[in-house]
């Protein structure tokens, strides 16, 4: 099939290259010269593991295009996808500009039948937004043509991408006609072979599916995270207690890590937006603001941590920070809980050696040239003359560091744990304070 995506970021770009590597002929519009040429080129504006050889390879077969050309876009396809971004507005709630100025350039440009895919995250009464707001654009060109406006939320996870994609558990589509819903059918069949994996329902029900996923997977989150600040109250280790209640399966293990707070473009986002979308219409959901708050919270958690062992003097240390993506497996940094700690730290004095597999070059455009940063090109480089180590992401190369040169680096011997990555009685009985989150049994010193 001939399917058209504007907007190349991560949710596009991996759509995109996806439904080209199973065989449908996909042309990609954005707005971003620079991008489109890049990519033409092979040039991936983003990191996500196993995209750059899916985008390369289908592109060298012809089957992934790639232009700033609206019109060759809307020509190329019946389905037009919409997965441009839906940044909150000073508000809160999800900006529809992007998504909007697509859908009019679209109308604008028609000559036949378009099916428009909205695959961007967007409140429930977009589509019907999408689909006015086109149909006034088609009325003052008196052209006469049916449109239809679906639904159909992506669920992919940063560093997984690829994967969530090619094998996704479902495949939310939303929409009222049955020949669009066979269109749809068609052009998710190639993932949904073995198993039935499509989801029909109607549009708004299909747009609220999104927002319900992202926020009780970030109330899992807070839940964990407030169960963690009491588990330190009491002296009870949370990693113990997790294990205990994710063997349950109506709770499972995915999901409850506790941690320094969950960042993403996403689940603050989205969280937020909802929230808004509550209190437009008139209620207050006080489950998501109380979800909002204590990750805003957990997310100054390691820095408290800091202060408790440093009895607020820090200022003139320098700390070795690992990890500054949101998450493992990216180099994404919007909201990551490393720049809530950074700034702390910068605000009270200290100096920061960071290190991050990915997220060097993303920090360096976040904060440019300044005194009290310096990003070193490994980990253990990082340690070098740092005071002590403060662990924001759970890379895979963090999980076995060599214990002995933390002991010869680190000047106070401390080590302040953002993901519980390990063991606190091991790590204490090498000579190294350990701190980390919700583990009441080991921080007992300053309970
Ligand atoms: C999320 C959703 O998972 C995905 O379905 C949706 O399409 C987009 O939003 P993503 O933002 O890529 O995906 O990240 P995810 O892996 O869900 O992690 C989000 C944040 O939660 C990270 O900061 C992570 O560190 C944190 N997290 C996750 C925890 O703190 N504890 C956990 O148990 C799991």
Redesign the pocket.
Known sequence: MNVTVFGVGY?GLVQAAVLADVGHNVCCVDVDEAKIEGLKKGVIPIFEPGLSDLVLNNHERGRLAFTTDAKEGVDHAELQFIAVGTPPDEDGSADLKYVLAVAGRIAELMEDTKIVIDKS?VPVGTADKVRAHMLGILEERKKELDLYVVSN?????????LD?CMRPERIIVGTDSDAVEAKMRELYEPFSRNHDKIMIMDVRSAEFT?YA??CL??T??SF??EMSNLAERMGVDIEQVRRGIGSDSRIGY??????????????PK?VQALERSASEIGYEAKILRAVESVNYA?KEKLFEHIQSFYNCDIAGKTFAVWGLS???N?D?MR???SRVLLESLWKAGARVQAYDPEAMEEAQRIYGTRDDLTLMGTKEAALHGADGLVIV??WKSFRVPDFEQLLKELKDRVVFDG?NLYDPERVEALGLAYYGIGRGRSIKKFL
């Open positions: 949710v995250t939320p992506e669920f992919l996870k940063e560093g997984s991408a969530d999104k996923a992202n997977l970030a899992k989150i964990m995270n995915k999901f409850i890590y506790p941690g320094c707070g969950y960042g993403g473009s996403c689940f989205d957990q949101f998450k493992p990216t994404d909201e990551a809980s992401t759970e993901r």
